[in-house]
């Protein structure tokens, strides 16, 4: 009898793990409008001109030589910077596809369209 009550205890949990993971995903699926496969990586900067495309270009070269192949899109959001960030970040979003320049609020509503 106690091996009974065990094993439904465990079948349960198991069916009850399976429903929130299906859950999870049909909501990812749902309610994202970013692709569902791979990473995305955030990076928020504000008056960073004269280490923001070496920074770059080290994440760049990980990802176009294979060692972070899940990396999708690299997605910026400038903090209002007053130097030549802004324009340094469009220059490489022109030179490779997967970077997007965005500002604060756009990357701010592309978060919370993820988290719900």
């Known amino acids: 009898m106690g091996d009974f009550i065990l094993n439904a205890i465990l079948w349960t949990m198991a069916i009850y793990g399976v429903i929130e993971l299906i859950k999870t995903i049909l909501n990812i699926y749902l309610h994202t409008n970013l692709k569902s496969e791979g990473i995305y990586l955030i990076i928020a900067v504000k008056n960073q001109e004269n280490k923001i495309e070496g920074f770059l270009r080290s994440i ?36 490779y596809n997967c970077i997007k320049v965005t500002n604060w609020r756009e990357c701010k509503d592309i978060i919370e369209s993820v988290e719900h």
């Not at 176009?64 to 970040?89: F, M, P, Q, R």
């Open 60 to 95: 760049l070269f990980r990802i176009l030589y294979g060692k972070e192949e899940n990396v999708k899109d690299i997605i910026i959001a400038d903090l209002d910077s007053t130097d030549d960030t802004k324009e340094i970040l469009e220059k490489l979003s022109k030179d």
